[in-house]
């Protein structure tokens, strides 16, 4: 299976602290991409990073990619209440094939 | 104006019936997926469109079936609708092929079937 995982499953943190999500994927990529879904929406895009790309930052997001360990990982810094919502991983393949993670569910309380 | 729009946003219906579901988007964009969340937020392709020539087409049984009249509609229609195919259904599209754009999502349909 080409499907990548999340970890954490589940993240709660507090309103200006910063929450770090990991994803690990298996086989070789055309670029990694983040997503958010708020309770009840559809995705939301928020950063794609390309195979020869290390680091990404969008506002308060950072994204870093380790194609040689085969995993990326999100940080939110300065979380608000606004950021609770499910963060999807996706894997992006050169069929154009989007392979989602499990993703982790990150409660920002106030 | 909604970039990536679906109807009917909830469905709740009988095992055995046939539904559609209609997604589109008014982006310009050449290529358009279908998706399925499951109870565990699970999220996994089921078609794809580029130009409306099916290109991607996974392990579903065939009583789904996509049609994509032009390039900014896809429909999805399911026939004798099962219990195991309740989940939230999501139409996305994406500016071409090749896995190297982002995609937008619409906000999705809740199908439930009893």
């Known amino acids: 299976s080409q499907q990548g995982e999340e970890d954490p499953q589940a993240l709660s943190i507090q309103e200006g602290e910063n929450a770090t999500m990991n994803c690990s994927y298996k086989t070789s990529i055309n670029n990694l991409q983040w997503y958010r879904q708020n309770s009840g929406r559809g995705l939301v895009h928020l950063i794609l990073i390309r195979s020869n790309e290390r680091e990404k930052h969008s506002g308060r997001l950072r994204v870093t990619l380790d194609t040689s360990k085969k995993s990326s990982s999100l940080l939110i810094t300065a979380s608000r209440a606004a950021d609770t919502a499910s963060y999807f991983c996706a894997t992006a393949y050169h069929t154009g094939k989007l392979i989602f993670g499990q993703g982790t569910t990150l409660q920002v309380k106030p | 104006d909604t970039a990536v729009s679906q109807t009917p946003k909830y469905l709740v219906t009988q095992m055995g019936n046939d539904k559609s579901i209609k997604c589109e988007q008014n982006?310009?964009?050449?290529?358009m997926y279908w998706y399925k969340q499951d109870s565990k937020k699970f999220l996994k392709i089921m078609f794809s469109?580029?130009?409306?020539?099916?290109?991607i087409n996974e392990t579903v049984p065939n009583r789904f079936s996509p049609k994509s009249p032009d390039k900014a509609h896809l429909n999805l229609h399911i026939n004798s609708l099962e219990l195991g195919d309740s989940a939230v259904y999501f139409c996305?599209?994406?500016?071409?092929?090749?896995?190297?754009?982002?995609?937008?999502f619409g906000p999705g349909t809740r199908l439930t079937v009893t």
């Open positions: 469109y580029n130009n409306k020539e099916l290109i």
């Open positions: 996305a599209s994406s500016q071409d092929v090749g896995g190297s754009y982002e995609q937008y």
């Open positions: 982006l310009g964009h050449d290529t």
